[in-house]
Every structure is written in structure tokens, then in C-alpha cells.
């Protein structure tokens, strides 16, 4: 068991200086440190020829997610490999970072999801392969968010990095624009740049294989949602049939999205 809190600020101590320095050595021999429990998954793993598991727990801000990347950095680390696969896996996490996380009061990189992540090994103790499991992804944070929190990063992120012909093709405006993303007020978060961001996401979707016309498809849906939050209803009446209905108020825009 380890107990770690979360600092909320960048320490020298995840380098790949300290996975040498962790590797092979049994929990007690150095100070407490992630890279120690990562170790003696690994090894048990090899030595026992058994399934390991690591269960990362905790509150809101806790640093759930920071711990299982480097849980991810030090595995792909000791393989000494560096291969397509490995890419990949990280690669992955920066998908689900930015369509499952998300501000929130408590945490500016919440995961909104719960994810069970398994890693494949091959005889020799390389990494051959994962499996992502993601869910009771927060559906309702898409509508609606609270005070100083955002919707999913991945559409600050479209608002903020798309090139000028991708924003005339799928129509977008800035974040603050869009009523699914300033309902919280906190449209930008500090230290983060959302343009790189998307840019980040697009390499990996590059990387795992997502082709431009899937990556098209995608974006296109996301403006669609923004668009479609931008609707507004008001009551109107058939001059023929004398029937109450409605028709759209505002929000046209971008209709040939939806």
C-alpha cells in the first residue's frame, strides 16, 4: 500500500534517473515512491508467471491520474523496448484525458470516468498489447456544469486549436460563444494552452491509427453538440392547421452539422 498526496505542482522526482534507480529493488529498500509499487507488480508478474494488479483510489483531486500515467511511464520504461505498442498506449491516455476529464471545483484535470486499464506482456516481459475499459463516463456534464467548472477538455480544445479552414468547415466560434462551455464562467484554465492541446490529441488519434476521415467525423459530431446547445425554442402557431408548436429562435449557424 502506498499513500501519496497530491503536491498540485511539478517535483523532480519521476525521472528516468529514479525508474534505474527503482528497478529490481524490493519495497523498504529506497523511500516509499510509485516506481517501487510498479516494480513489484512487474516482477511478480515475471517471477510468478501470474496477473498483477495495481487499484489506484482515491477523492476528487486525489492524483488518480497523474499516478497511473506514471505507472504507465515506468512499465514502458523497463521493457527497454520503446516500441509502436508502447507509443500507442500512452498515446491513448491523452484521448481519454480529453474526452473524459474535465475542470471541476475540487480539480482542473478531473476524470469524470472510472477506467480499468489492462497491459499484455509477451514472455519476455515486453509490452505486446493493452485493453481500455471506461465506465460511468458523467453523460450530464455535456449540458450542463456548475460555477468555475468546464465541459469536457476536448472542446475547449477544438474551439482553441482548429486551423481557420477547419473552423469555417464546422463552424466554430470561441468557447465563450458556445452555451455548453461558459455556463461554469471558466472557459480557460491557467497554464494551459487548449490550441497545443488539440494538437496533442490529433497526433495521438494519428498514432493509434484514427484516419483523417474518422478524425473528421469526430469533430464534426463535437461542433454538432456545440451547435445544437446554441438552439433556442419559441412558441409558435400553425397558420393553417391553428396547431401551438414551436420553431427555432436562434442558433441556426452551422445546422448542415446535425
Not at 110 to 119: A, L, T
Not at 181 to 209: N, P, R
Amino acid at each position: 500500500i502506498l499513500v501519496s498526496v497530491n503536491p498540485y505542482k511539478i517535483l523532480p522526482i519521476y525521472t528516468n534517473e529514479l525508474v534505474s534507480e527503482y528497478c529490481g529493488k524490493r519495497i523498504g529498500e529506497l523511500p516509499p515512491h510509485i516506481f517501487a509499487t510498479a516494480d513489484t507488480s512487474y516482477r511478480n508478474m515475471r517471477e510468478m508467471r501470474q496477473n498483477q494488479s495495481v487499484i489506484i483510489s482515491g477523492e476528487s483531486g486525489a492524483g488518480k491520474s497523474e499516478a497511473t500515467k506514471l505507472i504507465l511511464q515506468y512499465l514502458a520504461a523497463m521493457t527497454a523496448n520503446h516500441s509502436w505498442v508502447e507509443q500507442q498506449i500512452m498515446e491513448a491516455n491523452t484521448i481519454l484525458e480529453a474526452f473524459g476529464n474535465a475542470k471541476t471545483v475540487r480539480n482542473n484535470n478531473s476524470s469524470r470516468f472510472g477506467k480499468f486499464i489492462e497491459i499484455h506482456f509477451d514472455t519476455d516481459g515486453k509490452i505486446v498489447g493493452a485493453r481500455f475499459t471506461q465506465y460511468l463516463l458523467e453523460k450530464s456534464r455535456l449540458v450542463q456544469q456548475a460555477k468555475i467548472e468546464r465541459n469536457y477538455h476536448v472542446f475547449y480544445q477544438l474551439c482553441a486549436g482548429a486551423a481557420p479552414e477547419e473552423r469555417k468547415r464546422w463552424h466554430r466560434l470561441p468557447a465563450t460563444s458556445y452555451f455548453y462551455l461558459s455556463q461554469g464562467g471558466a472557459v480557460e484554465l491557467a497554464g494551459v494552452d487548449d490550441a497545443e492541446e488539440f494538437q496533442k490529441v490529433k497526433l495521438a488519434m494519428t498514432v493509434l491509427g484514427i484516419g483523417e476521415p474518422i478524425q473528421e467525423t469526430i469533430f464534426r459530431m463535437l461542433s454538432a453538440i456545440l451547435t445544437l446547445g446554441n438552439v433556442q425554442l419559441e412558441s409558435a402557431t400553425d397558420p393553417v392547421k391553428k396547431e401551438e408548436g414551436s420553431k427555432v429562435k436562434a442558433g441556426e449557424a452551422g445546422a448542415d452539422l446535425i
